[in-house]
């Protein structure tokens, strides 16, 4: 069965760069969830998306933003990149009423980010 | 103070052992419980959901104290293949807009089962 779907696996920058992540989540899901985890970190929940709409802000920086495309799929732009944003990008999704009740969301494998 | 709090361990067992992760959450109005597992460097994988009357799945038991905001995963007869963090999670919510979707980690409790 097809999962989450992120791009790149990984991704090396300079410190001030920009960066793009990409995320496709499950067919039928309408759902996107992101979420950044440091080096011996739990997952800190960034930004939720809900049908093309922003439906959650955790804690992203301002440095960052994203959006869902009308095909569902989400892209996290990081700009002015800082050493600590150095960590694991996960994307996951769900179907909305499915994932509010079951809890069950579907995470992608990853991006690693390293800034340098 | 964390809104999802654990013991990171490492626990440290040997196979067939059982093992108690312990969870407790700041926010009463929370609704929806579970526990993860995440493999090193992968991604979170949902384990099991959390329900008040407590539920089991296989060597797996979780337990929901609502009133004292504790959470608890017990593992029996610990496998190699159990080795991993395993993650308390609770559902975010808004006040008074129930569950939202978005899940609160704790920072996970590590589980190493040796031979």
């Known amino acids: 069965a097809a999962g989450v779907i992120q791009s790149p696996r990984h991704l090396i920058k300079e410190k001030r760069e920009t960066a793009t992540l990409k995320c496709y989540p499950i067919?039928?899901?309408?759902?996107v969830y992101w979420y950044q985890q440091g080096p011996g970190q739990d997952p800190q929940f960034l930004i939720s998306?809900?049908?093309?709409?922003?439906?959650d802000k955790g804690s992203i920086p301002d440095r960052f933003s994203a959006q869902q495309f009308s095909d569902y799929h989400s892209e996290l732009n990081m700009s002015s990149l800082e050493l600590g944003d150095s960590a694991l990008y996960f994307c996951a999704s769900s179907w909305a009423l499915t994932g509010l009740n079951t809890g069950e969301l579907f995470f992608g494998e990853g991006s690693r980010l390293t800034v340098l | 103070r964390k809104e999802v709090e654990q013991d990171p361990g490492p626990f440290n067992v040997p196979e067939g052992a059982t093992v108690a992760f312990n969870c407790t959450y700041s926010?009463?109005?929370?609704?929806?419980f579970f526990w993860y597992r995440q493999d090193c460097r992968k991604e979170p994988k949902l384990l099991m959901s959390?329900?008040?009357s407590g539920n089991e799945d296989g060597r797996f038991t979780a337990q929901l104290n609502r009133a004292s905001q504790y959470i608890s995963l017990l593992i029996r007869d610990s496998k190699l293949s159990d080795s991993a963090t395993y993650l308390c999670?609770?559902?975010?919510?808004?006040?008074?807009?129930?569950?939202?979707?978005?899940?609160?980690f704790g920072q996970g409790t590590t589980l190493q089962v040796k031979p």
């Open positions: 999670v609770v559902n975010g919510t808004l006040e008074g807009s129930g569950n939202t979707g978005k899940l609160i």
């Open positions: 067919p039928r899901h309408d759902t």
């Open positions: 959390v329900y008040s």
């Open positions: 998306f809900y049908e093309k709409m922003q439906s």
């Open positions: 926010n009463s109005a929370s609704q929806s």
